[in-house]
Protein backbone atom coordinates (compact mmCIF):
# COMPACT_ATOMS: atom_id res chain seq x y z
CA UNK A 1 0.00 0.00 0.00
CA UNK A 2 1.37 3.31 -1.14
CA UNK A 3 2.08 6.40 1.36
CA UNK A 4 -0.05 9.31 -0.23
CA UNK A 5 1.64 12.36 -1.56
CA UNK A 6 1.90 15.04 0.71
CA UNK A 7 -0.18 18.39 -0.47
CA UNK A 8 3.64 19.84 0.43
CA UNK A 9 7.14 18.94 0.24
CA UNK A 10 8.86 21.50 2.46
CA UNK A 11 8.29 24.35 5.05
CA UNK A 12 10.35 27.45 4.57
CA UNK A 13 11.10 29.98 7.71
CA UNK A 14 11.14 33.57 8.21
CA UNK A 15 13.28 34.39 11.45
CA UNK A 16 12.43 37.70 12.98
CA UNK A 17 9.27 38.05 14.52
CA UNK A 18 8.15 34.28 13.29
CA UNK A 19 10.58 32.58 15.04
CA UNK A 20 12.45 34.91 17.32
CA UNK A 21 11.06 38.19 19.04
CA UNK A 22 13.44 40.54 18.07
CA UNK A 23 11.09 42.74 16.17
CA UNK A 24 10.47 44.42 19.19
CA UNK A 25 13.80 44.47 20.14
CA UNK A 26 14.84 45.95 16.92
CA UNK A 27 12.01 48.56 17.10
CA UNK A 28 13.18 50.10 20.19
CA UNK A 29 16.60 50.39 19.09
CA UNK A 30 14.91 52.52 16.42
CA UNK A 31 13.14 54.49 18.79
CA UNK A 32 15.48 55.37 21.24
CA UNK A 33 18.13 56.23 18.75
CA UNK A 34 15.82 58.70 16.73
CA UNK A 35 14.57 60.19 19.96
CA UNK A 36 18.36 61.11 20.75
CA UNK A 37 18.57 62.31 17.38
CA UNK A 38 15.62 64.62 17.44
CA UNK A 39 14.12 62.54 14.54
CA UNK A 40 10.29 62.28 14.35
CA UNK A 41 10.18 58.70 13.75
CA UNK A 42 6.46 57.07 13.86
CA UNK A 43 4.91 53.91 15.19
CA UNK A 44 3.84 53.68 11.00
CA UNK A 45 6.35 54.09 9.66
CA UNK A 46 8.49 51.13 12.49
CA UNK A 47 5.37 49.17 11.00
CA UNK A 48 6.38 49.59 7.16
CA UNK A 49 10.12 48.94 8.19
CA UNK A 50 9.01 45.21 9.71
CA UNK A 51 10.58 42.30 7.31
CA UNK A 52 13.20 44.83 5.53
CA UNK A 53 16.65 44.65 4.83
CA UNK A 54 18.45 47.16 6.35
CA UNK A 55 19.13 49.04 3.04
CA UNK A 56 15.41 49.10 2.33
CA UNK A 57 14.83 50.57 5.71
CA UNK A 58 17.34 53.60 4.91
CA UNK A 59 15.71 53.88 1.53
CA UNK A 60 11.89 54.09 2.78
CA UNK A 61 13.83 56.40 6.21
CA UNK A 62 15.10 58.90 3.03
CA UNK A 63 11.84 58.94 1.25
CA UNK A 64 9.61 59.56 3.98
CA UNK A 65 11.15 61.59 6.57
CA UNK A 66 11.95 65.48 6.33
CA UNK A 67 14.83 66.91 4.83
CA UNK A 68 17.96 67.93 6.80
CA UNK A 69 18.32 64.22 8.68
CA UNK A 70 21.32 61.78 8.21
CA UNK A 71 19.82 58.35 7.77
CA UNK A 72 22.89 56.94 7.07
CA UNK A 73 24.26 58.15 10.27
CA UNK A 74 20.91 57.97 11.90
CA UNK A 75 20.93 54.12 10.67
CA UNK A 76 24.54 53.54 11.72
CA UNK A 77 23.69 54.17 15.46
CA UNK A 78 20.57 52.16 15.09
CA UNK A 79 21.83 49.53 14.21
CA UNK A 80 24.98 49.52 16.53
CA UNK A 81 22.39 49.85 19.28
CA UNK A 82 20.53 46.99 18.19
CA UNK A 83 24.08 44.73 17.67
CA UNK A 84 24.40 45.48 21.48
CA UNK A 85 20.98 44.25 22.43
CA UNK A 86 21.61 40.97 20.77
CA UNK A 87 24.75 40.69 22.30
CA UNK A 88 23.82 41.66 25.65
CA UNK A 89 20.01 40.62 26.08
CA UNK A 90 18.13 37.87 26.50
CA UNK A 91 16.70 36.87 22.62
CA UNK A 92 13.09 35.43 23.58
CA UNK A 93 11.52 32.84 21.08
CA UNK A 94 8.04 32.82 19.75
CA UNK A 95 5.66 30.39 21.84
CA UNK A 96 5.39 27.31 19.75
CA UNK A 97 8.60 27.68 17.96
CA UNK A 98 10.35 24.63 19.51
CA UNK A 99 7.05 22.30 19.35
CA UNK A 100 6.79 23.40 15.72
CA UNK A 101 10.22 22.34 14.88
CA UNK A 102 10.74 19.02 16.59
CA UNK A 103 6.95 18.03 14.91
CA UNK A 104 9.04 18.99 11.88
CA UNK A 105 11.69 16.53 12.93
CA UNK A 106 9.14 13.85 13.53
CA UNK A 107 7.91 14.18 10.25
CA UNK A 108 10.70 14.32 8.42
CA UNK A 109 9.96 18.25 6.94
CA UNK A 110 12.18 19.49 4.64
CA UNK A 111 12.99 22.84 5.88
CA UNK A 112 14.62 26.35 5.74
CA UNK A 113 15.17 30.06 6.56
CA UNK A 114 14.95 33.02 4.34
CA UNK A 115 15.14 35.65 6.02
CA UNK A 116 15.37 39.41 5.44
CA UNK A 117 18.49 40.13 7.83
CA UNK A 118 22.21 39.90 6.45
CA UNK A 119 23.56 36.32 7.31
CA UNK A 120 26.48 38.16 10.17
CA UNK A 121 23.60 38.71 12.55
CA UNK A 122 21.13 35.96 11.36
CA UNK A 123 23.60 33.48 12.57
CA UNK A 124 24.16 34.80 15.63
CA UNK A 125 20.46 35.06 16.49
CA UNK A 126 20.06 31.17 15.27
CA UNK A 127 23.11 30.36 17.65
CA UNK A 128 22.05 32.67 20.07
CA UNK A 129 18.41 30.81 20.52
CA UNK A 130 19.57 27.54 19.74
CA UNK A 131 17.42 27.49 16.39
CA UNK A 132 20.64 26.72 14.64
CA UNK A 133 20.06 22.79 15.08
CA UNK A 134 17.25 22.57 13.30
CA UNK A 135 18.05 23.70 9.93
CA UNK A 136 20.84 22.59 7.26
CA UNK A 137 19.51 25.33 4.97
CA UNK A 138 19.33 29.20 5.87
CA UNK A 139 19.75 32.47 2.86
CA UNK A 140 20.35 35.40 5.04
CA UNK A 141 18.96 38.90 2.66
CA UNK A 142 22.48 39.74 2.07
CA UNK A 143 23.52 36.75 0.15
CA UNK A 144 20.53 37.50 -3.17
CA UNK A 145 20.26 40.24 -5.44
CA UNK A 146 16.71 41.67 -4.17
CA UNK A 147 15.73 40.88 -0.60
CA UNK A 148 12.02 41.29 0.96
CA UNK A 149 9.50 41.87 -0.83
CA UNK A 150 11.20 40.63 -3.41
CA UNK A 151 11.12 36.49 -3.73
CA UNK A 152 14.80 35.36 -3.88
CA UNK A 153 15.23 34.20 -0.73
CA UNK A 154 12.65 31.87 -0.32
CA UNK A 155 13.49 31.05 -4.68
CA UNK A 156 16.99 30.41 -3.06
CA UNK A 157 15.98 28.50 -0.03
CA UNK A 158 13.92 26.07 -2.48
CA UNK A 159 16.74 25.40 -4.96
CA UNK A 160 18.91 24.67 -1.59
CA UNK A 161 16.18 22.00 -0.56
CA UNK A 162 15.95 21.22 -4.08
CA UNK A 163 11.90 21.53 -3.87
CA UNK A 164 9.82 23.74 -6.58
CA UNK A 165 8.55 26.27 -5.18
CA UNK A 166 5.10 25.62 -5.77
CA UNK A 167 5.67 22.58 -3.44
CA UNK A 168 6.78 24.90 -0.66
CA UNK A 169 4.90 26.42 2.52
CA UNK A 170 6.58 29.84 3.80
CA UNK A 171 5.44 31.18 7.55
CA UNK A 172 6.05 34.95 7.62
CA UNK A 173 4.79 37.05 10.13
CA UNK A 174 5.06 40.23 8.05
CA UNK A 175 3.59 41.35 5.03
CA UNK A 176 6.61 42.38 3.54
CA UNK A 177 8.08 38.97 3.79
CA UNK A 178 4.07 37.34 2.65
CA UNK A 179 5.08 39.12 -0.19
CA UNK A 180 8.01 37.78 -1.36
CA UNK A 181 6.54 34.25 -0.51
CA UNK A 182 3.37 34.77 -2.93
CA UNK A 183 5.87 36.06 -5.85
CA UNK A 184 7.62 33.45 -5.42
CA UNK A 185 4.46 31.41 -5.92
CA UNK A 186 4.53 30.09 -2.47
CA UNK A 187 1.64 29.51 -0.28
CA UNK A 188 2.06 31.19 2.92
CA UNK A 189 0.79 30.89 6.62
CA UNK A 190 0.94 34.48 8.09
CA UNK A 191 1.23 34.62 12.21
CA UNK A 192 1.13 38.30 13.26
CA UNK A 193 3.45 39.40 15.22
CA UNK A 194 3.41 43.14 15.34
CA UNK A 195 0.16 44.03 13.39
CA UNK A 196 -2.25 42.21 11.36
CA UNK A 197 -1.57 42.08 7.52
CA UNK A 198 -3.56 43.78 5.39
CA UNK A 199 -6.64 42.59 3.38
CA UNK A 200 -5.40 42.49 0.09
CA UNK A 201 -2.18 40.21 1.60
CA UNK A 202 -4.36 38.08 4.39
CA UNK A 203 -7.31 36.95 1.60
CA UNK A 204 -4.30 35.38 -0.39
CA UNK A 205 -2.67 33.74 2.28
CA UNK A 206 -3.52 30.11 2.41
CA UNK A 207 -4.65 31.32 6.25
CA UNK A 208 -4.00 34.11 8.98
CA UNK A 209 -2.77 32.06 12.18
CA UNK A 210 -3.01 33.47 15.87
CA UNK A 211 0.06 31.94 16.44
CA UNK A 212 2.54 28.86 16.37
CA UNK A 213 0.42 26.44 17.80
CA UNK A 214 -2.38 26.96 15.28
CA UNK A 215 -0.34 27.13 12.51
CA UNK A 216 1.24 23.55 13.45
CA UNK A 217 -2.32 21.96 13.49
CA UNK A 218 -3.02 23.63 10.32
CA UNK A 219 0.13 21.79 8.96
CA UNK A 220 -0.85 18.90 10.72
CA UNK A 221 -4.47 18.93 9.03
CA UNK A 222 -2.80 18.81 5.68
CA UNK A 223 -0.88 15.96 6.09
Not at 1 to 15: G, S
Not at 105 to 126: H, I, M, Y
Not at 199 to 219: E, G, N
Amino acid sequence: MTTPARPFAALLFDMDGLMIDTEALSERAWQQTAAEQGIPLSHAQLQMMVGLSTERCLQYLADTLPDGHDVQAFGQLARQRYHQMLHQEEIPLKPGILDLLDWCTRENLPRAVGTATQRSLADLKLARTGLQRYFTHTVAGDEVAHSKPAPDVYLQAATLLGVAPADCIVLEDSPHGAQAALAANMRVIIIPDLAPPPVHIAKQALAVCQDLYAAQALLARLI
